[in-house]
């Protein structure tokens, strides 16, 4: 079957680095995504991986082994607004989106 | 670009009654809609897959005569809600791809509404 797994919760200090893994089994792939999502508010788009390697965007970098079936967030210099829920989707051979259930990053002063 | 509204934000109804919530593409064509439920403290979960001209496809569990769904254009898709009952109070928020590619993202990328909150009485 399909599947995702990430974190259920993860707790990081103001200013540190935090990594959020996510691995994934599916029928065919077709990319991995990752998604923010504030509490009480809707998924907004964060990064897109398809082939294997890191993509670094600000303080937000995503990675990729498409051979491991793996995927990590990583965020840097962490805010407090960074404080919310991050979903891991991955896209199979029919592009339908698998989600993960979520990470819930709380950040500390 | 790739904005995506939904209206209403909120709404509290009374039970039985039915409701309409519509999700719209500002600024791209949407080759697909997907409508999602989410309760609190919960993951996503998908409800239906809907292409602009055809019957959406519902997921496993969802009852298609309750949660109806029209695709009548590229940029608009509504979901109702029909004899609506307490256990239905949700966020219900809708998504769409087919926007443009971005540096970060590809047209397959969903895109998200703000969401609407439902509250039945």
């Known amino acids: 079957g399909q599947n995702i797994d990430q974190p259920t919760e993860m707790t990081a200090t103001e200013g540190a680095i935090v990594q959020i893994n996510c691995t994934y089994q599916t029928s065919g792939f077709n990319g991995l995504f990752w998604y923010q999502q504030h509490a009480g508010e809707a998924p907004t788009f964060l990064s897109y991986?398809?082939l294997d390697g890191l993509e670094e965007k600000g303080r937000f970098s995503s990675f990729l082994s498409r051979s491991k079936g793996y995927s990590y967030l990583l965020l840097k210099e962490l805010q407090m607004k960074d404080s919310a829920s991050y979903l891991c989707?991955?896209?199979?051979?029919?592009?339908?989106?698998?989600w993960g259930a979520g990470t819930k990053l709380i950040i500390k002063p | 670009g790739a904005v995506v509204s939904q209206h209403p934000s909120w709404v509290i109804c009374k039970s039985g009654t039915s409701v309409k919530i519509e999700c719209r593409s500002l600024?791209?064509?949407?080759?697909?809609m997907f409508w999602y439920r989410q309760f609190p403290k919960q993951s996503l979960m998908l409800m239906a897959t809907s292409n602009e001209g055809s019957k959406a496809t519902y997921e496993q569990g969802v009852e298609k005569d309750k949660f109806l769904i029209n695709h009548a254009s590229l940029t608009l898709s509504t979901l109702t809600v029909t004899s609506a009952h307490p256990e239905d109070s949700s966020f219900y928020i809708c998504?769409?791809?087919?926007?443009?590619?971005?540096?970060?993202?590809?047209?397959?990328?969903?895109?998200f509404g703000p969401g609407t909150r439902l509250l039945v009485l």
């Open positions: 989707a991955a896209s199979d051979s029919n592009y339908q989106l698998i």
């Open positions: 998504s769409a791809k087919g926007g443009p590619r971005s540096e970060r993202g590809t047209t397959e990328t969903q895109y």
């Open positions: 991986n398809v």
């Open positions: 600024d791209f064509q949407a080759t697909t």
